[in-house]
């Protein structure tokens, strides 16, 4: 287990990530990788984590600033009470949304440029909020500012995930609820004195300072917390190194694979409680707050506005004091249970921190509202506002860590739905939360929120008893294939990735085979009119090719690419081997009927008795070894199924002998196809347009042939690897090459007549030359026509023939001449053409 526990860079390791015997105590055996964050010293982790926090608090200020605002914005912009409402609603929709952009942006280029140009964006947009001279200038302005803001939300549990240890990470994320929350009820106290000492425009020109000048202080605090392989160093990076904007850069991730995955999580039980448990707390908060605006500055309270800044300082008061009954004591709890069962550490350890806040939260509310509801003293309000927002605060905070701990390898994805739906539910409250109110009355909707919030939290106890099990459902209690190596870890998000040129390969080599067999089959369909045994032993190659294409292009889901320590075990077995050992089949049969087409072919068109038996003798070689093969690879172990399921006890077969036996019966097969006819063309004599072309289908042969060597060469790297799906990558792309380079080579037979017909131009023909035909026919040996044709001329008449027509229904093997050795038949061609006499009657 120490070895084990060595292999992980950072110091939450397999054991706790996978609810394993937790092991953390042994400090000796952990070996520190020194530029992972986690190993960060502590004024470094602060230092970034603090900058990132206060941004955060600020841009919850954005999100909340015009609820006091809204008696200035009517006055103002002459519009009614729902449409200024809508500019704080759009603003925080586009705060939960802008998350969708945000986070597949930071898998890409890493959190500092996010954090970096998110800022700048959010001071711009504030600006621009402050200029406003129309409602609709000022809407957009919001809506914008609000998908800036989208930034500093999601994105931080996940630096959170990669700074600090599973024991440690409930307080830290407390210390990002508190900014968050603290946005939430300091922002209306700092908003509502600026709108009453200047005006609502003050709201927007602080944001901008502010964001600005966090701006300028996080272009040397913000360090980079992506650890990526190319980290994993023995030296310390320097300070500068911590503030490149391009450490973080991932090139294998993949932005549109991130928003997939994003989507995919909303159907997870642990996220979409969380989700609604927190959307809940915190729309109840935004109710709560436009309620007290409304209530408060109106008879018999008359409030100004700064009073009712004021009154969000109670909010604030029972938020510092979720700090540690939220934060601290959520890692106590977990901590405990996880030493009474015996050091496994679930995330379901968590929950129980949720009985505090989950009874006080709904209390709050319903004080709140019958306080509300009667216009009793504003104390009642104050302590019920107080006592909701603790719930807000720790409410949040234990489903946060709880969401981040089940899915721990994508944070960032993950929560992305959380914040989505709470401000998707914020959204809809600031909307219509005031004609619910005027329906029904305070009283009962406050009593309505109670219960539903009431009823959220209670989910949390099948959560704790059978949370687990749903994990293990929804597949995302992740264990590697293999274990990292020392100084890596598993990453199971944005992963190195080599399956991009695999693709390529695939997209660019098999529809060039499709093409070249779709001009062989039209040309001995429809222009020679005369199908043959090779044409469908091609076409069978073919088809063989597009099935391994499909293969192996879904073996890139099953690991292909990526490094066994980045893919999943219940992917890689059995998925992964089972469709290689499919694909290894289907190259065996797809190359055999390749190279026997291309024999066939050969014995049709020469005679030689020799040169036959040569090609009967490749015919034997490739036949016998792929069919061998073929029986190999299906009979590979005794059970069949331990090829793919590793938990069998099983006898496999020597793969290294058999692979290395293989590929050298392919390499010898391929060049023996090449290299036997060479004698027999030399003695033919063919113009020079001929020989071009007969050249360079024996180049694509040869070229077969080379990557067949440089395959051999991908098996040697595969069987000396232990890192099977990445080194898996190049052997099968070049078994893709190899195949589809030979059903390319084996249909060039047939571009001739092909040419010849539809562009006979390109052979020095003119269209009269090769016109239709007339009305007989005539069959000969091309070695029996005479040199020679002279006039007949016996006195008394003269005799002249003409030719005319040409030969239509030419086949391909017009391409040699007839063989000249005496004794041996020649190839026989059929050609149409007309015949015209002309007589002339002697003197």
């Not at 709880?402 to 600031?430: Q, W």
């Amino acid at each position: 287990m120490e070895d084990d526990k060595a292999s992980f860079g950072h110091i939450d390791h397999a054991a706790e990530e996978h609810g394993l015997p937790d092991l953390s105590d042994d400090k000796e055996s952990i070996t520190p990788a020194p530029n992972d964050p986690q190993n960060w010293s502590t004024a470094a982790k602060l230092t970034t984590y603090l900058t990132i926090c206060f941004y955060t608090f600020l841009a919850n200020v954005n999100s909340s600033n015009f609820t006091v605002a809204t008696k200035a914005i009517i006055a103002e912009f002459h519009v009614s009470q729902t449409q200024a409402g809508e500019l704080v609603c759009f603003n925080v929709f586009l705060f939960g949304v802008g998350n969708i952009f945000w986070v597949p942006l930071m898998r890409v280029v890493g959190k500092r440029p996010v954090y970096l140009i998110s800022m700048l964006f959010l001071s711009m947009m504030n600006v621009w909020s402050s200029r406003a001279t129309s409602y609709g200038e000022l809407l957009a302005s919001r809506i914008l500012s609000g998908f800036a803001a989208a930034a500093a939300d999601a994105t931080v549990p996940a630096v959170v995930s990669d700074m600090v240890a599973p024991h440690e990470r409930g307080h830290y994320l407390m210390i990002f609820h508190l900014a968050l929350t603290g946005g939430l009820f300091l922002g209306p106290l700092i908003n509502a004195y600026l709108v009453q000492d200047e005006n609502w425009r003050w709201m927007c020109y602080f944001l901008a300072i502010a964001v600005g000048a966090v701006f300028v202080v996080a272009i040397f605090t913000v360090r980079e917390t992506t650890y990526l392989a190319r980290h994993a160093s023995s030296q310390k990076t320097r300070y500068w190194g911590w503030l490149s904007i391009t450490r973080g850069y991932n090139p294998d991730a993949s932005f549109l694979q991130t928003v997939w995955d994003i989507l995919r999580n909303a159907m997870y039980p642990q996220l979409l409680w969380s989700a609604f448990t927190i959307g809940i707390s915190v729309g109840w908060n935004i109710v709560v707050q436009l309620t007290a605006s409304r209530t408060f500055t109106a008879p018999p309270y008359n409030w100004p506005a700064g009073s009712i800044g004021l009154l969000s300082l109670s909010g604030f008061i029972g938020a510092l004091l979720a700090f540690y009954l939220g934060g601290r004591l959520i890692d106590i709890l977990s901590t405990y249970y996880t030493r009474r069962r015996g050091g496994q550490r679930l995330p379901e350890y968590r929950l129980p921190a949720m009985i505090i806040p989950g009874t006080i939260g709904p209390a709050g509310i319903l004080i709140f509202g019958l306080c509300v509801a009667n216009q009793t003293h504003w104390a009642g309000a104050a302590v019920g506002y107080a006592m909701q927002a603790f719930g807000v605060a720790a409410i949040s905070n234990v489903a946060v860590t709880y969401s981040l701990d089940c899915y721990k390898p994508i944070t960032g994805e993950a929560l992305v739905i959380i914040f989505v739906i709470r401000n998707t539910i914020g959204m809809l409250l600031s909307l219509y939360a005031a004609d619910w109110i005027a329906k029904q009355g305070a009283a009962k909707v406050f009593g309505e929120m109670t219960a539903i919030q009431g009823a959220s939290v209670l989910l949390a106890v099948p959560l704790f008893l059978w949370g687990a099990g749903l994990r293990e459902l929804t597949g995302r209690t992740i264990i590697p294939a293999m274990e990292p190596p020392p100084g890596q870890v598993s990453n199971f998000v944005d992963p190195p990735y080599s399956g991009a040129k695999f693709v390529v390969v695939n997209c660019v080599f098999l529809p060039i085979a499709l093409i070249a067999l779709a001009v062989r089959t039209w040309t001995r369909v429809v222009v020679v009119r005369s199908v043959a045994w090779d044409d469908y032993l091609m076409i069978f190659a073919a088809i063989l090719s597009t099935v391994m294409t499909g293969v192996t292009l879904k073996m890139l889901d099953f690991g292909l690419g990526k490094h066994m320590w980045d893919v999943p075990l219940e992917l890689f077995t059995p998925w992964f081997l089972k469709f290689n050992v499919v694909a290894a089949i289907i190259y065996c049969a797809g190359t055999g009927f390749t190279k026997v087409s291309v024999c066939v072919f050969y014995l049709r068109i020469f005679p030689s008795h020799g040169f036959r038996l040569a090609v009967w003798s490749i015919v034997f070689v490739a036949v016998g070894y792929n069919v061998a093969s073929v029986l190999a690879n299906v009979f590979s172990c005794t059970p069949i199924a331990a090829a793919w399921d590793l938990r069998l006890t099983a006898h496999c077969m020597n793969r290294p002998v058999f692979y290395f036996a293989n590929a050298g019966l392919g390499i010898f097969t391929d060049f023996a196809t090449v290299l036997v006819p060479i004698p027999w063309l030399r003695r033919l004599q063919m113009p020079a347009r001929q020989k071009v072309a007969v050249g360079s289908m024996l180049a694509m042969g040869c070229s077969v042939g080379i990557v067949s060597c440089i395959r051999l060469a991908s098996l040697y790297v595969l069987l000396k690897s232990t890192d099977l799906t990445w080194a898996t990558t190049n052997a099968l792309l070049w078994c893709t090459v190899e195949l589809n380079l030979g059903i390319t080579g084996g249909c060039m037979t047939a571009m001739r007549p092909f040419v010849r017909r539809y562009f006979p131009r390109l052979l020095g023909l003119s269209s009269y030359a090769y016109g239709q035909s007339g009305s007989r026919k005539y069959g000969h040996p091309l070695n029996s026509i005479p040199r020679d044709q002279p006039d007949f001329n016996n006195g008394s008449r003269q005799y002249s023939t003409r030719l005319q027509g040409g030969a239509d229904n030419e086949s391909e093997e017009n391409i040699l001449p007839a063989e000249t050795c005496k004794g041996e038949d020649g190839i026989l061609r059929t050609v149409e053409f007309n015949v015209v006499d002309t007589r002339h009657a002697g003197a």
